[in-house]
C-alpha cells in the first residue's frame, strides 16, 4: 500500500464456514534505504585465487548510517540477501563500524539471524562481495541496503473501516464481523495520518507489519500476511516565523539582504578587507563581528592571532545587553504581540554571547605560557573566573560550544577532578582518541595508575588506525 494512492480495499471471503472477522494492521519496521557512497573493484591476494589459478575481484560497497536515537537493526541487500551457495556471487558480508573504525556487528546472507543495538551517532557499513569477472560486479555498484528498524513500544495500527464513506469521513470504525460461508467482506484501510509517521522515516523509505483478520489469538498467530506501506512526500508546512513586514521599504529590504549574504561569507572567506569594509557601515550589528571572531577561530594561523580574538571578542560582547538577554530567560512568559520577533531575536543574542564568551576565555588561556608573570597570571585567571560564572548562567557548561574553555578553566585551575569528569562525558557522548587521550594524562597528574593502565589498554581496540578486513 502505498501512502499517496489513498484508501485500499481488500476483499475478505471465508468458503468453508462461519468465520468472525477483525481486521487488524500492525506495522512493527521501519525499512530505510541506503545508497552506497562508494564502490571500489579490486583483485584479491593469493589465498582467494581458485585452483587453476584463476582470479577474484572484491566488490566493497561503503553506506553511510545516521542514527538519531539508540535503537536496533537489521541490514540486508534484497539483490542477494537468502542466497548461499546457490548464489552466483562467492560470497556477501557485512560490517558495521562506528566513527572511530571500531568494528560493532557483522553479519552475512541472512538478514534474520543478524542484527546490531547502537547507540545513537554516525555509522559506516561496508559490504563484501567477490566474483572471478569484474563486469558482474560492477553491476551490484549502485545496489542499494535496506536497514530495518524495529519500531518503538508497540508500533503503529492503520485505521480498518466497513465501508468506503466511513474511511473517507473518518466515521464508524472496523468492527467484529460475523461472515457467512461465500459471503464477500470489503474492509477499506486508511492511510497513516502524517502527525503518526515516525521521526526520521522519509519519503521512499516504508512500514513492514502484518495483516491479520481472525479475532481470535490463534486465528492471528496462525493466519497473518506480510503488510508493506511506502512512505510518501511529507506536506509542505509553513514555518510559525515572525509576520513578515509588508511597509518596509524595497531598498532597505535589498540592503539587509546584501548585508546578511556578506557576513555569511565573511566567516568562510575570512577575508579582514571585507571586514573592515562591512564595519564602517555595520559596526553596531552583532553578526558581523561575530561572523568575523568564527572566521579568526577557523584560522590556520590562530595561535598567532589571539590577540585579535580577545579584542573581537570583547568588542562582540560590548554590542550585547547581557542583562537584557538574562532577563528574557527569566521570564515565565511573554505575551506581548511581537513575543515570537523577540524570542528569535534574543536566541541569536544568546548563541553570539555564548560564542564571544567561550572563545575569549579559550584566547585568553592559551595566551598564558611559562613566561607569563606571576600577576599578570593571577589576573588572567580572575577573568578567567567571571567568564565561567557568566556562560553557567547562560548553558550547560557540557555544550559543544564551552565545553573546550571548561576544560582549560578547569586544567588552569588545577581542578583534575572536574577535567575528567568533563572528559568521561565527552567519551560517554562522542569518543574520541584524543579526548582519551587526555583522560589518560589526568589521570596520571591524579596519580591514578590502574586507570591509567586501563583506559591505556583499550585505545587500540577503541581506535584501531584501519578498518577491519573481511
Known sequence: MHAAEGIARIDVKSTL????????????????????TESKIQALGNRDLLPDGRQIYELLLTYQL????????????????????ESDYEAQLWMLFDTNKQLMASGDAFPHQYSAKVEKGDYTLRMHVRHEKTEQLDRLKEKPMLIKHKLANAGITLDTFATQGHAMTGGKKFVTHSSQAGEICPIYITPLPDEKIPKGVTAGN??????????????????????????????????????????????????DALRDLKVNWLSKLGSESLYNELREKYDDHFPLHQAWLLALDADKEKPNRLQEIVATAELLLSKIDKQTVLSHYGMKADVRPNAAAIKSDMEKQKI?????????????????TAETSEEERTTTLLQLDDIFRNLTKLTDLNDAKVVQ?????????????RLLKMLLKQLEDKPTEENERKAIETCQKLGWDHCVQHLGNGLFTKYPPSYRLF
Not at 236 to 253: D, F, H, I, V
Open 66 to 85: 545516521h542514527m538519531s536515537k539508540t535503537g536496533e537493526f537489521s541490514p540486508f541487500c534484497p539483490w542477494l540477501s537468502h542466497l548461499l551457495y
Open 352 to 368: 553570539a554571547l555564548i560564542e564571544a564568551l567561550s572563545r575569549l576565555g579559550i584566547a585568553k588561556a592559551d595566551l598564558l
Open 17 to 36: 464456514n462461519c468465520e468472525e472477522i477483525l481486521p487488524v494492521v500492525a506495522l512493527k519496521h521501519h525499512v530505510q534505504v541506503l545508497r552506497p
Open 405 to 417: 574553555f571548561a576544560m582549560r578553566h578547569a586544567t588552569l585551575c588545577v581542578q583534575y577532578g
Open 206 to 255: 516504508y512500514l513492514l507489519g502484518t495483516l491479520t483478520f481472525a479475532k481470535d489469538d490463534y486465528g492471528k498467530k496462525a493466519n497473518g500476511f506480510p503488510f508493506k506501506y511506502v512512505i510518501s512526500e511529507a506536506p509542505n508546512r509553513k514555518k510559525n516565523g515572525p509576520p513578515a513586514n509588508k511597509e518596509k521599504n524595497k531598498a532597505l529590504e535589498f540592503d
